[in-house]
């Protein structure tokens, strides 16, 4: 039997250890120091960003950004119902209520006809507007941010770009995350360059870091003494877990083009099979093709191919299941055109590491035409 074959594992570039060792030479063992100060740096130059603020998580930097703009209890914030569970979880941490939001087919992220419908329907339901919208381009792919930011202006409603899955990629040769009001990444150890743990707050409002890092400090007010004001949180980046940040953004580039490659590699190999269809970018967006996802065209050969990559020790997972039918967000409302829920039944995001080698690439599309001839 070969080897297991990840879905997306950690890949470290070799320099994140000197950053540690530094870390632990000078003492800076704790969630301040040189190492979160330069990958924040790295990061505002890497996106263009005017100001980053490192967390614990892609979560906590939603949690912040929520209440940068103002989110607060039974606010209604309009979210991608196609995502995973992060993107919603801190709008309920604030008291606030999320509405679901569908795809549209090109992107497979947010459908700027159907969030129009939504904020439209919302204000003449209840009288008030959504205090904000959450857009998430998912798997790394840019969503359609010129329609979707014609329509926060339009309405006047803040956008909380969720790129914990984009960064590295691009719109007409923006980062994404620096489109909206606010953009956050994440670094988790499944995520195009990981720090163990930990996301980041981005925006060209410095105001916007700046509170969110006085927050993720438990809100310490200028004082000798400890004195508190506001409630804050303790979600601060470690200078440890900073450091494997620095060495990552070394070679973020270079991963993004072995991730493109695995994209390139799957569709030279499968785009001839009728019944698979791959996910192309909008004119003028660049996706980091943090995984590579296939669209059958029925539930069954998705499960077949999937069933047969499990049988040669290869992981492959379903797209995300929609919030829309998570049982824990089932009586929210949503605006729906049927695109996610397709998504899901057809979909199957394939093995996509940096580290992979052509050998893997091959056995992954030798095992998926087997399972096509029948
Ligand atoms: C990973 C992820 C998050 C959460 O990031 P963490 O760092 O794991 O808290 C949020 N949204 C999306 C779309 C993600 O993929």
Request: contains cysteine; charged residues 25%; hydrophobic residues 35%.
């Amino acid at each position: 039997m070969n080897k297991k074959i990840w879905l997306s594992s950690p890949h470290m570039g070799g320099t994140e250890q000197n950053y540690i060792n530094k870390a632990f030479e000078e003492n800076w063992i704790a969630p301040l120091g040189p190492n979160v100060n330069g990958f924040e740096n790295d990061l505002k130059e890497y996106t263009g960003a005017t100001a980053c603020t490192a967390l614990t998580s892609g979560t906590a930097a939603i949690h912040l950004g929520l209440i940068q703009l103002g989110v607060g209890k039974e606010d209604e914030v309009l979210c991608s119902t196609f995502t995973f569970v992060a993107t919603v979880n801190p709008i309920i941490y604030q008291g606030a209520i999320p509405v679901f939001v569908d795809s549209e087919e090109e992107t497979w992220n947010m459908c700027p006809e159907q969030l129009e419908i939504a904020i439209k329907d919302r204000i003449e339901k209840k009288g008030k507007k959504p205090k904000a919208i959450i857009v998430v381009h998912l798997y790394g792919m840019p969503s359609k941010m010129d329609e979707i930011m014609e329509i926060s202006r339009k309405y006047d409603i803040p956008v909380l770009e969720d790129a914990a899955e984009a960064l590295g990629s691009t719109l007409n040769r923006k980062a994404m995350g620096t489109i909206g009001d606010i953009g956050i990444f994440s670094f988790n150890g499944n995520k195009i360059i990981t720090t163990s743990g930990g996301g980041a707050i981005v925006s060209n409002n410095e105001e916007y870091c700046q509170d969110s890092l006085f927050l993720a400090t438990q809100a310490r007010d200028a004082a000798p003494h400890y004195q508190h004001s506001r409630i804050g949180y303790n979600y601060r980046m470690s200078n440890i877990t900073a450091g494997i940040g620095r060495g990552q953004m070394e070679i973020l580039d270079k991963h993004i083009s072995l991730r493109r490659r695995n994209h390139d590699f799957y569709k030279k190999e499968l785009s001839n099979y009728k019944n698979i269809q791959f996910l192309e970018e909008l004119e003028g967006g660049f996706s980091n093709r943090w995984l590579s996802c296939i669209l059958t065209d029925s539930f069954d050969t998705r499960e077949k191919i999937r069933l047969a990559l499990q049988e040669n020790n290869i992981e492959s997972r379903p797209l995300w299941k929609p919030m829309h039918l998570q049982p824990i967000f089932i009586n929210y409302d949503k605006y729906l055109n049927g695109v996610s829920e397709n998504l899901f039944e057809k979909g199957l995001c394939l093995p996509s590491g940096s580290n992979l080698e052509i050998a893997d690439l091959e056995l992954i599309t030798k095992t998926i035409k087997n399972t096509l001839k029948y």
